[in-house]
């Protein structure tokens, strides 16, 4: 009788268990030799997808010691891990392998989010971008800015072309991530010295005749301000969630997301995105654009971040009434 109610115990584990295994296959360019490194990074975002599987079933943090990534790695996984909880809900995760240079990524990894926000047990569904090292170690883990990219930008252009994109894509990956987690110390970084950031905020008052007319008051700040004024916006909130989203030329619905290359200065490209804001105490949707610098390829710098609402009079801002490159070429 005993070992009848030993085995009808374990029948009722075994399920569970198996829920939190994880198994990764890459696909790839049919160019690339390597099979060795292939295993061995399937392998190891096994481990850590299946580590965050079970943390989640067992209301814990991760056990970050024996998995296999770079400590910059861990610490943004725990970053991220403090600000929502969250699993892989897929046994079987097959995802194309973007090889540089410098190492490996893979995309579209899918995750269910529960939001620290005490808001039950609504689960959002969210995609992470994994990093690897040219060892196959994972050295980034983060949040997607903008879902079901990888994809698109297959199609998107020529090699180098794709690659570059893919790797601003990364940058505003991290960038997003960063407000997620609090990560001042990366805003400061991000920033050049001269960074320009302008802030759009809908101003309403009432005409003649009593009808209320809204337009949009544009504020100008340097680094330092901004830095000051989102460090004070990090310590009012309990937590902060921003997305992004595609838009702008080739954007929504398209084959590339809304990056421009400048005309004058090749390592200059322009992002236009959406963004939903939303924290403890705050939330907004309207539109960003980015002006990056690549001309240090392992460091690129943002020169210009604008901010323009989404609606304003009930109307929804235009297109030619967004920011685009252009504006900042001149």
């Known amino acids: ?48 997808l299946t580590e965050i599987n079970n943390a989640y079933d067992g209301k814990r943090e991760i056990n970050l010691g024996g998995l296999p990534m770079t400590q910059y790695a861990k610490e943004g996984l725990s970053s991220l891990w403090a600000n929502s909880s969250f699993f892989c809900d897929d046994s079987y ?23 620290r ?30 879902v079901q990219m990888g994809e698109s930008l297959e199609h998107a252009g020529d090699p180098v072309d794709v690659e570059r994109k893919i790797t601003i894509l990364s940058y505003c990956d991290r960038f997003r991530t960063a407000y997620n987690t ?12 001269d960074a320009l950031i302008i802030t759009g905020t809908v101003i309403t008052s009432k005409a003649y005749d009593g009808k209320p007319i809204s337009s949009v008051k544009y504020k100008k700040q340097n680094k330092a301000q901004y830095i000051a ?27 590339s997301i809304g990056i421009t290359r400048s005309t004058e200065n090749p390592n200059l490209y322009g992002v236009r995105l959406r963004q939903e804001w939303k924290s403890s105490r705050y939330s907004d949707e309207g539109y960003v ?19 323009q609402p989404e609606w304003v009079g009930g109307k929804k801002l235009s297109d030619r009434e967004l920011f685009s490159l252009e504006d900042f070429e001149n």
């Open 229 to 255: 004024n989102l460090k004070r916006a990090f310590d009012a909130n309990e937590w902060i969630d921003v997305k992004f989203s595609e838009i702008g030329t080739n954007g929504e619905g398209g084959a």
């Open 182 to 193: 609090k990560d001042i110390q990366f805003m400061q970084q991000v920033f050049s010295e």
């Open 93 to 115: 995760v097959v995802v194309r392998m973007w090889n540089f240079s410098n190492g490996y990524m893979v995309r579209q990894i899918p995750l269910l989010i529960t939001p």
């Open 1 to 48: 009788m005993g070992k009848k109610i030993f085995l009808a115990i374990l029948l009722l584990f075994v399920p569970y268990v198996m829920k939190a295994q994880v198994s990764v296959t890459f696909t790839h360019d049919t160019t690339f030799k390597g099979e060795s490194i292939i295993r061995k990074m399937e392998g190891n975002l096994s481990n850590v």
């Open 289 to 307: 654009f980015l002006l990056w610098d690549f001309t240090n390829e392992d460091a690129p710098v943002i020169h210009v971040r604008t901010w």
């Open 117 to 146: 926000d005490n808001s039950g047990n609504r689960k959002v569904y969210q995609e992470a971008v994994v990093e690897f090292d040219v060892s196959g170690n994972i050295s980034d883990f983060k949040f997607a800015s903008l």
